[in-house]
């Protein structure tokens, strides 16, 4: 199996399949590359699933008019807004500002000042998987990073996130 590997300062090993399905290998700097190896190997099956979701996602993104693609836009505008004032609400924090992007590889994003952007992409999935993301971007407000706090806070508030967040990978 072919991959990339960039080496980093990090502790752990992280495996992602790019949209063009090649593997692209994050790893401690030093780590030796038979222990990469082994890794990618033993993901084998992980990588096929996401290979199989990146292909199915590029036939939907392919299939999108110019028209349906506006709609998503417009109803992302009205929709998220609501579910983010929502949760804010529930969780007890503000953020500083909502947009709403065309951004392909990533559903949200909490930036250092608590201003939150969505993909209007988000409208192609269920309502629960929406406001899972939602969810996940205002936690961010209280815990900058995906530590055992940060999904507490999640779980907090959404006892059943790890369904929903399946809900992302498997629609």
Known sequence: MEYTVFYEKRKTLSLKVETDLTITVKAPKGLP???IDRFVHAHA?????AKTRQLSRAQTENSLTDA???ELRACAKAEIPKRVAYFAKVMGVQPTG???TSAKTRFGSCSGKNSLCFSWRLMLYPPDAVDYVV???LAH???KNHSPAFY???ASVLPDYKAREQLLKNT
């Open 98 to 100: 909502i947009k709403i």
């Open 33 to 35: 590359s038979g222990e």
């Open 141 to 143: 407000i209280r815990e």
């Open 152 to 154: 507490a806070v999640v």
């Open 68 to 70: 349906r693609m506006g």
């Open 45 to 49: 099956l992980w990588i096929e699933k």
């Open 135 to 137: 969810v996940h971007e």
